[in-house]
């Protein structure tokens, strides 16, 4: 079966701290990966996504990820934290084959920045 | 420009009735996906609309049922409703289908079944 796991709840850090956001998948195909953030009461903002080649992806508000086709990792990254990116982070799959725009979503990582 | 809108923004229905909520795309876009995200969970794909048609169906029963308008609209039908079908239901748009595409998400119809 298709999943994607972020094995972390949540991940505190404190502000001007590097973070990372865990992200496993299990996909077969060399799936398209993309990470999404949700702020209380509103939609899924679009942070990123990683197609093809360099395995570092820079994103929207300074986030970049790395992919690792070894580890069939997709770990979301931030060099300095800011309170302000406090929110609930998804990452997320989408499949190449046979697929016309499924994502397929992990539990979600809560990120809370302390001042 | 406006976003992906959807309406309404909570909604409370009783076992058994049936719900509908819309969504309106971003401009520009023609392609409607619909999501299920269940609380403490992330988004599960419902289905997807292109040209008026279901192209892609997540593993929902044929209770969820949705339509898409000539102006690229969308409906999102759900009969027979259980309190299990309490959730956040997420539309998003993008412009064309394939799998890297950027999906464009509403803010969402928050569903409570009593």
């Known amino acids: 079966a298709q999943s994607v796991a972020q094995p972390e709840d949540q991940v505190n850090v404190a502000e001007g701290n590097p973070l990372t956001v865990k992200c496993t998948y299990s996909v077969s195909g060399n799936p398209y990966l993309f990470w999404y953030v949700q702020y209380p009461n509103r939609g899924l903002q679009f942070l990123l996504k990683?197609?093809?080649?360099?395995?570092l992806v820079k994103g929207s508000y300074g986030f970049e990820a790395e992919f690792n086709k070894s580890q069939t990792s997709f770990h979301l990254k931030k060099p300095s934290a800011l309170v302000s990116d406090s929110a609930l982070y998804f990452c997320a799959v989408s499949p190449r084959s046979g697929n016309t725009g499924k994502l397929i979503f992990g539990q979600g990582t809560t990120l809370q920045v302390k001042p | 420009d406006a976003g992906v809108t959807q309406s309404p923004t909570h909604l409370i229905k009783t076992r058994g009735q049936q719900v509908t909520l819309r969504c309106s795309p971003k401009?520009?876009?023609?392609?409607v996906s619909w999501y299920q995200q269940a609380l403490g969970q992330g988004p599960q794909f419902i289905f997807q609309y292109y040209e008026e048609e279901e192209r892609q169906r997540g593993n929902f029963p044929d209770r969820f049922s949705g339509h898409q308008f000539p102006n690229y609209s969308s409906e999102l039908n759900v009969n027979a409703l259980l309190l299990g079908d309490s959730a956040l239901y997420l539309c998003?748009?993008?412009f064309g289908r394939g799998p890297n595409t950027e999906a464009f998400f509403g803010q969402g119809t928050r569903l409570t079944v009593v």
């Open positions: 998003a748009s993008s």
């Open positions: 401009s520009g876009h023609d392609t």
């Open positions: 990683y197609i093809t080649g360099d395995n």
